[in-house]
């Protein structure tokens, strides 16, 4: 597939740490004619504004003022509403613990730093926080407690409707009341529950250092590499933003421990997305792979065909589009999704979930013992609300 020039000179800029490769990869791509209102547009759907601004400053290329400044305020902002939510992260990790719930923070500043070592780079929009199912109702009120109020579920509807689509969740979202800043309170990692073997994610947790004396507690290296893989596959890799936390993330590892952590990630059933992101990595940013991997990562139908949907995703309209506003443009991914692992028992509950429409589930409640016949009323059900409309 052809990447235009401005998606080129993105995912250059997107390389992670400052090195020859990547002032090479800059210098190439900047030869060509840029399209630079678009190149920022295609900045700001990729989610990637942090690395660019800094690539673009590095090389000191020859950048449209407009465009310049645009970039310089959106990474001056984005600097600045990861300290906030640093510093809120940071407080809701002393009331957890003073509560005695124990909690995990994904993604966020804990990956900004472990990846890129700096706060100001990677682009957010909330705080997730992981806790077991059994301290949920515990950490809902505590985080009321903090000043937030749950927006998704909307919380006018029961109690018994939210146990119905709890099957259908991973987190509820919260906003808090004065700042506006958003959190996503998880009680697993995926919705569907065999996406990835969690057994080890508490007891082999990591702290990162935000300051002299305080951390985020956060997965364990390889328990993150996992994840991150699998959470950028079953969005299709829609965004360079995760591929390049991927990339980043890899860089930030001893020169032999890729393929201790491809293994790793096998291990926990996330195999095919830690290849698909490795082989997307060695495509779009050169990343150095170990040979033997280059070959049994790429060796099936299945693997190449993952690859291309990962890559049509990321590139919609040259980059620009998001694949959720074009009619049918998640078709692919969410075909992609079923196949990112060999197991029955993932295959069956990612068809379910894919199946069932929680408004069906709220709208028209069956008891427990029914509740299979979702996905088969999918397709009537839908028939029947637009026709409705």
Known sequence: MALSPEFQLIAACAIWPPS???????????????????????????????????????MQLQVPPE?????????????????????????????????????????GASLALLAFGNLGLRTGKDIDLLVSLEQLTAATALMERAGYIRTDPSPNISEAHVGLIMPLRKDFG????????????????????????????????????????MGLRTLAKEDLFAYICMHGALHFWNRLKWLADINAFLASMPNDAVESLFRAAEARGAGRAAAQALLLCRMLFQTPLPPLLRVTSNNSVTMRWLVATALSAMTTGQGEDDLHDVRFGTTRGSVSTILLSRSWRYRLAELGIQMTNPTDVLNFPLPRPLRFLYPALRVPLWLWRHARH
């Open 20 to 58: 020859d490769r990547r002032t090479q990869a800059i210098e190439a791509a900047a030869s060509e004619r840029i399209n630079w209102p678009r190149f920022l547009r295609i900045t700001k759907r990729q989610q990637v504004v942090g690395l660019v601004h800094e690539g673009l400053n590095r």
């Open 67 to 107: 465009i310049a400044l645009e970039l310089g305020v959106e990474a001056v902002r984005l600097a600045r509403e990861n300290l906030m939510t640093t510093r809120e992260a940071l407080r809701l990790q002393s009331l957890f613990d003073d509560a005695d719930v124990p909690v995990l923070f994904l993604k």
């Open 174 to 213: 919260f906003v808090h009341q004065a700042t506006g800043t958003r959190a996503e309170l998880h009680w697993r990692l995926f919705v569907n529950p065999h996406a990835l073997d969690t057994s080890s994610v508490r007891a082999e947790s990591q702290i990162v250092p935000i300051t002299g004396t």
